[in-house]
């Protein structure tokens, strides 16, 4: 009998250890689930916010601007654009996302149900913005594939097409990479090489997504520095080459009267945005991944001098080298062009006429690769967090089976920027889809922290979280001067772009030397004459007394160009009032306990930035 009682009693006990196990381990991973991610170092972290706001633009688009506004007039505007606007609002991002722990959803939720909309557009633009960057990212692939070849292909003329004798750079660019179709409204077919081009780039990205921060995280300590690497050993090429003082001193030498055209500080003024990254919600999202004692302030002013301290070098960097192909072509410095038309025209015409070419082309379009990848991660990051927000059952699926659709959803529709018109895709969407609606969320944000939530109020548990105190210097640019720089913009930027709904248009090597071309390309002598020319080298139309310099030429923009610009800008811009009607009827996800409890104080620091 007690042999009977002693087994009962040890097969309750032992049933009692199975269930407590049981309850163990699912309180054990409800806590995993409900745990805030959280970056493996600062360092991580630090060089994550690097890599995201240091991208293509500031290789590419910086010096166009530079050379369109006069050297340094745009340099003196960019820094006072920098400080009134580029630094609070990126001080501002990172402030929200260590304060709240959430995304720029979550964070806006948190303030006012009504303002989930302006995380909803940045999901747009950051979804429609990852699409087309992609797709530049697929020409560099090319071009850095096409960089183990010697000769470059870029460097000779394998054909007497009339366009490659007379420049082969432009012509392997339009002709043999882009195969461009010579109308907005001709996609024609898909171009196979680029598409396999654009399988890589995604296949990159998924890889590197994979597991959110866990994974990208380690991918930066390579991707966010390699590229300072790269920059300082062409600057060190191009100081040494021919013409690179004449560059350098057009890079540097001010054009005082352009101080007073007002597009130069609009100009500035945007640059910050596509410079640092403000208003793509990914400054909040890393934010939100740190530990509650960060002091951002400190972090802000690193990242913002990093970022434009690189700008800088690349201008030095680009113009040392434009400088060298203007002594070894002639081609002026007027000639420059922006984005692709410096990236894979006038640098690579340069790197063409280099000693070892291919060694200085591989450096150059593995610097900008890395540099795009970069900024990716961070689109997809802030995109995929603020969906895992807002959408609670993606939180019940595996994160790289989600990232994994997302992905594959989106080279979906890449694909068409794969076609003969895919530039114009990406020239449309570059313009309409990003620049109108960031300045809509960066005014979102402001609006939302100064009248709705309070700058007193977040000042002061700044304050008492971090034992900070905010100064004035940061509060008179987040109550008075970013929030009307920004809506000087919003008003300047819609009356340039309906004020002048055109496009660059493919022309070709029209009207070279005032002759003409025969059916196969060649030059025919004529009577001051021009003329345009398709795909095939053929002459389509006769320009009389027309001397053209360039192979695209602006041009009205047709009703499917505005139909589809006008979707890329309202679909962002739709998503503030659906998103703020999504707000009331959601209920709330914003777990309030956490939030109070990240407003823990630190050890007191009585300093104040």
């Not at 340099?75 to 990172?94: S, T």
């Not at 009339?162 to 012509?171: G, N, V």
């Not at 002048?500 to 004529?526: H, K, P, R, V, W």
């Amino acid at each position: 009998m007690f042999n009977y009682f002693a087994i009962t009693a040890t097969g309750r006990n032992a049933r009692f250890n199975q269930f407590k196990n049981r309850a163990s381990f699912v309180k054990k991973n409800v806590k995993q689930v409900d745990k805030q991610e959280e970056w493996g170092s600062k360092s991580e972290y630090i060089l994550s916010l690097i890599g995201f706001a240091v991208g293509i633009g500031n290789i590419w688009r910086f010096p166009y601007l530079c050379q369109k506004h006069g050297g340094g007039a745009f340099l003196f505007a960019y820094v006072v654009m920098v400080i009134i606007e580029g630094l609070p609002l990126f001080c501002l991002e990172l402030h929200i996302g260590n304060h709240f722990k959430k995304s720029v959803s979550g964070s806006m939720r948190h303030i006012k149900k009504g303002l989930v909309g302006v995380g909803w557009c940045t999901i747009t633009v950051c979804f429609l913005c990852a699409v087309y960057y992609n797709s530049i990212i697929m020409w560099i692939i090319r071009y850095l594939f096409e960089s183990f070849v010697n000769p470059l292909p870029w460097s000779e003329c394998k054909t007497d097409h009339i366009c490659c004798l007379e420049d082969k750079t432009q012509y392997y660019w339009y002709y043999e990479h882009l195969r461009l179709s010579p109308d907005i409204r001709e996609l024609g077919s898909f171009n196979p090489t680029l598409v396999v081009c654009l399988i890589i780039s995604w296949v990159t990205i998924f890889i590197c997504i994979s597991r959110g921060i866990k994974s990208s995280g380690k991918v930066v300590y390579f991707s966010a520095t390699a590229p300072y690497v790269v920059l300082i050993i062409l600057l060190f090429r191009g100081a040494t080459l021919d013409g690179a003082k004449d560059g350098i001193m057009y890079f540097l030498k001010p054009d005082a009267k352009k101080l007073l055209d007002l597009s130069l500080w609009s100009d500035a003024a945007s640059q910050i945005f596509y410079s640092l990254g403000i208003g793509f919600g990914a400054i909040v999202s890393f934010a939100s991944f740190t530990k509650n004692c960060d002091n951002v302030i400190r972090d802000s002013i690193i990242i913002t001098v990093v970022n434009c301290s690189t700008s800088i070098l690349g201008g030095f960097v680009i113009f040392s080298i434009v400088g060298y192909r203007k002594h070894m072509t002639g081609a002026d410095f007027d000639q420059l062009g922006s984005g692709p038309g410096l990236a894979f025209v006038a640098i690579a015409e340069a790197v063409a006429n280099m000693h070892i070419s291919p060694l200085w082309a591989v450096l150059f379009y593995s610097m900008l690769l890395l540099l795009g990848l970069d900024s990716l991660f961070g689109l997809m990051e802030s995109m995929l967090h603020q969906l895992r927000e807002e959408i609670p059952v993606l939180k019940r699926i595996k994160k790289h089976g989600v990232n994994a659709c997302v992905c594959f959803l989106m080279f979906l529709l890449a694909l068409p920027t794969a076609t003969n018109g895919g530039q114009y895709i990406v020239n449309l969407m570059d313009t309409w889809a990003v620049s109108i609606p960031l300045l809509f969320v960066a005014l979102g944000e402001i609006v939302s922290i100064v009248w709705f939530y309070g700058i007193h109020r977040f000042t002061r548990e700044v304050k008492e979280k971090t034992g900070y105190q905010i100064g004035w210097y940061w509060q008179i640019c987040w109550v008075v001067l970013s929030p009307l720089v920004l809506l000087i913009l919003i008003g300047f930027s819609l009356f340039s772009y309906f004020g002048d709904m055109s496009y660059s248009q493919f022309i070709g090597c029209a009207g070279i030397n005032s002759g003409l071309a025969s059916e196969n390309g060649s030059m025919l002598e004529t009577n001051n004459g021009s003329a345009d020319y398709n795909l095939t080298g053929n002459m389509t139309n006769f320009n009389y007394g027309i001397d053209y310099k360039e192979w695209q030429v602006s041009s009205k923009l047709p009703t499917e160009g505005i139909v589809a610009a006008l979707f890329f800008l309202l679909t962002p811009l739709l998503t503030l009032p659906l998103g703020a009607l999504y707000g009331h009827i959601y209920p709330n996800t914003t777990n309030e306990e956490q939030v109070q409890a990240n407003l823990e104080s630190c050890p007191e620091e009585n300093e104040v930035l």
